[in-house]
């Protein structure tokens, strides 16, 4: 019994300190390391104990998930991040990926947060179980679009589209939240990508990833959509020339 103690006081001062560098390094209490290794030298980090982070209308909050949930849902998440290869991630400022769950910026539910300041993005993992392998290349989206503003402005974007269509002010500020493919042939693929510019192009890029046959068959009936895909395409390559669509 006096080992066990020792080995357990032994563990939790290595998972503190575990927690300490974590949040020295991206500024997220309350996280441990998961996984360490992955083929692109992403680093999986996750929550073990609820956390929040920033005020007023940045405040982030997300809670821990469950040994078995996580565990579930790796094999998902890594086949889809190791698409990604690790001079196109540091490129892009990605270096951690935080795992919890019912993740929320100012009270409003989202399925991820980038952060290209500490190379981090934080995923939701149970966020829309339906579409979540795409919403995990919408969200990668965001940090590139976030560490290369200047190769996707927003007004060029705007121009694609019919000039009586406007955007909402901010994602949050509009009803247009469905993440299924449209049937019509207006020039976007989702309902969630008409609110707004940044939103519209992950949204293209995420299907670019994910279905990319579909979305380029729909692209033959819709010149609009052919634009924004031509568009995201060529400045992804401008990024990284070896950049894998397929």
Known sequence: MKYLKIILSILIFISSANANTIFYLIKIPNLEIHSGKSANGLKYLKAIKPFSVGIRDNNVSCFNSSEEDIKKKMPLIEKN???????????????YIVLCENLKVSQINTAGVPNPATKTLVIDIKFNEKHFERVLHHEVFHMINEAYKKKFPYDKWKNFNNSEFKYAECSTCSDKLGLSLLKENKGFVTEYSMSTPSEDMAEVFSFIIINKEKIEDKSLIDPILDKKILFIKKNILKIDENFNFN
């Open 81 to 95: 991040l190791n698409r990604y290869s690790s001079i196109f991630l540091n490129k892009i400022n990605l270096k």
